[in-house]
C-alpha cells in the first residue's frame, strides 16, 4: 500500500498513515424500533435498510422518538450513515431533521476530531470492507472496526472531502435536470396527443385549429426488415440491434433514408431515431417514414404506442410488420408535425447533453479516487 497519492493539493507533501477505523472511533446504532411500535402514517420517519436515504419504511411518534432520541445513541449533524446490511456501504450524511434508523442496519461511526465527516463519506466508497452473510449481506461491528485505510492530516481531509462533495453536487445537478426533463418530456406527451376518443390534443402550437386525422401506420411508414451483417467487412456504417449500436461495417442498407428502429425479438418497447446511412439486424425493423410524415413526429408517435400490449410471442417478446401497420394514430398537418417533432428533439438532445455530462463526471470521480488516494502495492 502507498503512502502517498499520485495527485495532491498544492502545499501537502506527508505521508499518509495506515490506520482502522477501530483506532480512530467506534460504532453507534439507534435503539432498536419493534413493529408493533410503528406505522404507515405519522410524524417521524423511519428508515429500515432498502429505502434507506430515499422514501421511509414506516413512521413513528413524536412522543417515541424525544424518548429515544433522548436516552440512547443518536446522530449528530453531519455524521455519516452508512448501511451495514443489504447494500453495503450506502451513505446518507445526516442532516439533523427529526429520523430514526434501524438498530445495526443503519449504523455510523462515533469519533473525534482525528477525522472529517465529508472525508469519511468519500472513504467509505472505496474501502474494501469484509461483508458475511450468503443471501443478505451483513457488516458486523468488529469488521468494520478493523477495515484499513490510508488517513492523510486533517487539513488535507477537509480539502478532499470539499472537493469530492462538490464532484457529486454538480453529478446530483445534471442527473435531477435529465430526470425532470423526462418527466416534462412524458407529460408532453400525453398532453400533446389527442386522449381515446378526443381529435385534438390538450395543448398545441399557436395557430394550430384543425381536427387531427385517423391514420394506419402503414400510411405513414414503410417498415422494412434489418438483415444479417456478418457477410460484411469492417467499415464505417453503423450496424444496430435492439440495444443500440453493436460494430461499424462497409455497406448500408439505408444509405439515405433516415428511420425509426423497432424491435421485432428482444426489446420491443424502445423504439429509437436511426440517421443514414446505416444497417440493421434482423431483429430490428427499420420504419422510413413516407412523404409528407415528420421523422421526429412519427418517433414520438412510437413513444406513445404501448408495444408491450401488441407482443404476439409467450416467451421471447415479438412483433410483425402486420401487427406494426395496425396500429391506428391521429396525425395533424405537416406543420403541426413539424413544430412538434422539433418540440421533443429539442428534448430529447437537453436529456441526453445532462445524461452524456452525469456519466462523464462519474468517470471523472472514478479517475480522481483512483488517483487522489494511495493505491495498494
Same mark, same amino acid.
Not at 448501511?83 to 469519533?111: C, M, P
Not at 445532462?354 to 471523472?364: G, P, S, Y
Given at each position: 500500500?502507498?503512502?502517498?497519492?499520485?495527485?495532491?493539493?498544492?502545499?501537502?507533501?506527508?505521508?499518509?498513515?495506515?490506520?482502522?477505523?477501530?483506532?480512530?472511533?467506534?460504532?453507534?446504532?439507534?435503539?432498536?424500533?419493534?413493529?408493533?411500535?410503528?406505522?404507515?402514517?405519522?410524524?417521524?420517519?423511519?428508515? =429500515?435498510?432498502?429505502?434507506?436515504?430515499?422514501?421511509?419504511?414506516?413512521?413513528? $411518534?413524536?412522543?417515541?422518538?424525544?424518548?429515544?432520541?433522548?436516552?440512547?445513541?443518536?446522530? @449528530? /449533524?453531519?455524521?455519516?450513515?452508512?448501511?451495514?446490511?443489504?447494500?453495503?456501504?450506502?451513505?446518507?450524511?445526516?442532516?439533523? =431533521? !427529526?429520523?430514526?434508523?434501524?438498530?445495526?442496519?443503519?449504523?455510523?461511526? /462515533?469519533?473525534?476530531?482525528?477525522?472529517? @465527516? $465529508?472525508?469519511?463519506?468519500?472513504?467509505?466508497?472505496?474501502?474494501?470492507? $469484509?461483508?458475511?452473510?450468503?443471501?443478505?449481506?451483513?457488516?458486523?461491528?468488529?469488521?468494520? %472496526?478493523?477495515?484499513?485505510?490510508?488517513?492523510?492530516?486533517? !487539513?488535507?481531509? #477537509?480539502?478532499?472531502?470539499?472537493?469530492?462533495?462538490?464532484?457529486?453536487?454538480?453529478?446530483?445537478?445534471?442527473?435531477?435536470?435529465?430526470?425532470?426533463?423526462?418527466? %416534462?418530456?412524458?407529460?408532453?406527451?400525453?398532453?400533446?396527443?389527442?386522449?381515446?376518443?378526443? /381529435?385534438?390534443?390538450?395543448?398545441?402550437?399557436?395557430?394550430?385549429?384543425?381536427?387531427?386525422?385517423?391514420?394506419?401506420?402503414?400510411?405513414?411508414?414503410?417498415?422494412?426488415?434489418?438483415?444479417?451483417?456478418?457477410?460484411?467487412?469492417?467499415?464505417?456504417?453503423?450496424?444496430?440491434?435492439?440495444?443500440?449500436?453493436?460494430?461499424?461495417?462497409?455497406?448500408?442498407?439505408?444509405?439515405?433514408?433516415?428511420?425509426?428502429? #423497432?424491435?421485432?425479438?428482444?426489446?420491443?418497447? @424502445?423504439?429509437?431515431?436511426?440517421?443514414?446511412?446505416?444497417?440493421?439486424?434482423?431483429?430490428?425493423?427499420?420504419?422510413?417514414?413516407?412523404?409528407?410524415?415528420?421523422?421526429?413526429?412519427?418517433?414520438?408517435?412510437?413513444?406513445?404506442?404501448?408495444?408491450?400490449?401488441?407482443?404476439?410471442?409467450?416467451?421471447?417478446?415479438?412483433?410483425?410488420?402486420?401487427? #406494426?401497420?395496425?396500429?391506428?394514430?391521429?396525425?395533424?398537418?405537416?406543420?403541426?408535425? =413539424?413544430? #412538434?417533432?422539433?418540440?421533443?428533439?429539442? %428534448?430529447?438532445?437537453?436529456?441526453?447533453?445532462?445524461?452524456? /455530462?452525469?456519466?462523464?463526471?462519474?468517470?471523472? =470521480?472514478?479517475?480522481?479516487?483512483?488517483?487522489?488516494?494511495?493505491?495498494?502495492?
Amino acid at each position: 500500500m502507498g503512502n502517498t497519492p499520485n495527485i495532491r493539493f498544492k502545499g501537502f507533501t506527508d505521508d499518509w498513515e495506515q490506520r482502522k477505523f477501530g483506532d480512530i472511533g467506534s460504532i453507534a446504532m439507534c435503539k432498536r424500533i419493534f413493529k408493533e411500535q410503528t406505522s404507515d402514517e405519522g410524524e417521524v420517519p423511519f428508515y =429500515k435498510i432498502g429505502t434507506f436515504g430515499v422514501e421511509p419504511d414506516a413512521f413513528i $411518534s413524536k412522543e417515541l422518538f424525544d424518548e429515544y432520541k433522548t436516552k440512547y445513541p443518536y446522530p @449528530n /449533524k453531519g455524521d455519516i450513515l452508512i448501511s451495514a446490511s443489504g447494500s453495503i456501504g450506502r451513505t446518507v450524511e445526516f442532516t439533523g =431533521k !427529526d429520523e430514526y434508523f434501524q438498530d445495526s442496519n443503519i449504523v455510523w461511526l /462515533k469519533h473525534g476530531n482525528e477525522i472529517d @465527516n $465529508s472525508f469519511l463519506k468519500v472513504l467509505y466508497s472505496i474501502v474494501e470492507w $469484509s461483508c458475511e452473510g450468503s443471501t443478505i449481506k451483513r457488516l458486523y461491528n468488529d469488521n468494520f %472496526l478493523k477495515t484499513e485505510f490510508m488517513l492523510p492530516q486533517i !487539513d488535507e481531509q #477537509i480539502k478532499l472531502g470539499t472537493y469530492f462533495s462538490n464532484l457529486d453536487n454538480l453529478i446530483t445537478l445534471h442527473q435531477r435536470k435529465c430526470d425532470e426533463t423526462k418527466k %416534462l418530456k412524458k407529460f408532453m406527451l400525453q398532453k400533446m396527443f389527442p386522449k381515446k376518443d378526443a /381529435k385534438k390534443p390538450e395543448i398545441r402550437f399557436a395557430g394550430f385549429t384543425d381536427d387531427w386525422e385517423q391514420r394506419k401506420l402503414v400510411d405513414v411508414v414503410d417498415v422494412r426488415s434489418g438483415r444479417d451483417y456478418k457477410h460484411l467487412e469492417e467499415g464505417d456504417i453503423p450496424v444496430y440491434g435492439t440495444g443500440g449500436y453493436m460494430l461499424s461495417v462497409n455497406e448500408a442498407l439505408s444509405d439515405d433514408e433516415d428511420a425509426i428502429g #423497432i424491435g421485432r425479438k428482444g426489446t420491443i418497447d @424502445n423504439p429509437y431515431i436511426l440517421r443514414a446511412p446505416f444497417w440493421t439486424v434482423d431483429t430490428l425493423f427499420y420504419a422510413v417514414p413516407r412523404d409528407k410524415y415528420d421523422l421526429n413526429f412519427v418517433f414520438d408517435i412510437f413513444q406513445n404506442v404501448n408495444w408491450k400490449a401488441k407482443d404476439e410471442s409467450t416467451g421471447v417478446p415479438s412483433l410483425s410488420k402486420a401487427t #406494426i401497420n395496425a396500429v391506428e394514430t391521429l396525425m395533424p398537418e405537416y406543420a403541426e408535425q =413539424k413544430k #412538434i417533432g422539433e418540440y421533443f428533439s429539442y %428534448l430529447d438532445n437537453f436529456i441526453t447533453l445532462h445524461q452524456r /455530462k452525469c456519466d462523464e463526471l462519474k468517470e471523472f =470521480k472514478k479517475y480522481m479516487l483512483q488517483n487522489m488516494f494511495p493505491q495498494k502495492g
